[in-house]
């Protein structure tokens, strides 16, 4: 009977917690679905970055460490005595020669290239029925890229030793130069104005685009550098290396991949930390529940031991005491709730009597206010 009013008055207590909302837990003390969508969230983004992270840092080790080459006569030999013929991970740095045919810019005259990429976007506004805001996006509907062969070679027109480039759209940083740009507004009348308002996209317009890789512009390109048949190729490495054709020098080339390893490291920190922190704070409400229920476990003890010598003083029976009966006196009715921890466990007499500061009888809290008990 004792140990069904305790369970009452848990039952109270617990639903006193949830009301304040205290309790970041449920009563087993398992995480919330929150905190575990945190944690989970958190250690994949972790996993991920940290990925991400060690390929970049690999990539900028290898170009630190790729062997500079230059173009010029000796070239050819140094390569034939090489073993494999091949240099695994090299940097070389020329200029664009068109081995045969070249291509024309179809907007600008007297544009010569070896690449070239024609973009179409469509650019709309889009209503946002969250924010209420029109937010502006973009999307290509047409992209077309053409290639011919070409070669890298020596800034000195005297030297005749070129690098054939094979498989450039392989290659990262292909940073095409913008050689024509237009944009073409959408037609408007008040039916299509009305039309876009009901629909929530207001088309803006077509951006047309020509980027090329002209001929004559400076490139560097990182890879592969075999000799095959009197023909020098740079063609994309082996052994998961990072093939590059870029605009760019050496230099900017190997700025720009650093500082990519020092944004994904710093996000793979940040996430690292919050995903710790998380799991931290799972572990250390997992060992509060642990510790309250352990104590709570010894105050029933405590409670039923001082039961029983009270029952023992007053000469009475388990059996003739009311479930409701005052766990003080034994005698009255309960008739109060103590706040904040919620037992109703004591008569307004027996109340009046605990010793300052008031703290309840069961778990010793301290009572901040009293609620009668009405009972019909």
Not at 315 to 344: D, I, K
Request: glycine share 4%; charged share 25%.
């Amino acid at each position: 009977m004792l140990l069904s009013v305790y369970f009452h008055e848990e039952v109270a207590l617990d639903s006193c917690r949830q009301d304040k909302g205290l309790h970041r837990m449920d009563s087993s003390g398992k995480p919330s679905t929150a905190q575990i969508v945190v944690l989970a969230t958190s250690s994949a983004l972790t996993a991920i970055f940290y990925s991400i992270y060690k390929n970049r840092a690999k990539t900028v080790s290898s170009l630190q460490e790729a062997k500079k080459v230059s173009i010029d006569q000796d070239l050819k030999n140094i390569l034939s005595e090489t073993p494999g013929r091949c240099i695994p991970y090299a940097v070389i740095e020329g200029v664009v020669r068109s081995v045969k045919d070249t291509l024309s810019s179809q907007f600008v005259e007297n544009c010569k290239g070896v690449v070239e990429r024609l973009t179409l976007k469509e650019e709309k506004m889009v209503w946002n029925r969250t924010t209420h805001l029109w937010n502006s996006t973009e999307k290509v509907i047409h992209q077309r890229t053409n290639t011919v062969p070409f070669a890298l070679g020596s800034h000195d027109e005297d030297i005749s030793t070129t690098v054939r480039v094979i498989r450039p759209l392989d290659a990262a940083e292909l940073n095409l130069e913008t050689t024509y740009e237009n944009f073409h507004p959408s037609a408007k009348s008040l039916s299509t104005v009305i039309g876009h308002f009901i629909s929530g996209e207001r088309p803006k317009g077509i951006h047309e685009t020509e980027e090329m890789l002209r001929v004559g512009d400076s490139v560097t390109g990182v890879g592969e550098l075999v000799l095959d048949n009197n023909l020098i190729k740079l063609q994309p490495p082996k052994a998961g290396l990072s093939y590059f054709l870029t605009r760019m020098d050496f230099e900017a080339l190997l700025r720009k991949q650093t500082t990519s390893v020092r944004v994904w490291r710093i996000l793979t920190v940040v996430f690292g930390v919050a995903a710790c922190s998380t799991l931290l704070f799972v572990l250390w409400r997992l060992y509060t529940h642990s510790r309250q229920s352990r104590k709570e476990r010894s105050m029933l003890e405590e409670f039923k031991e001082q039961q029983r010598r009270r029952m023992c003083e007053l000469n009475l029976e388990e059996s003739s005491l009311s479930p409701s009966s005052c766990t003080v006196c034994l005698s009255r009715e309960r008739s109060c709730v103590f706040l904040e921890c919620g037992h109703v466990c004591a008569c307004a007499q027996c109340y009046e009597g605990l010793t300052e500061p008031k703290r309840c009888p069961i778990c010793r809290a301290l009572i901040e206010r009293v609620v009668p008990l009405y009972t019909s």
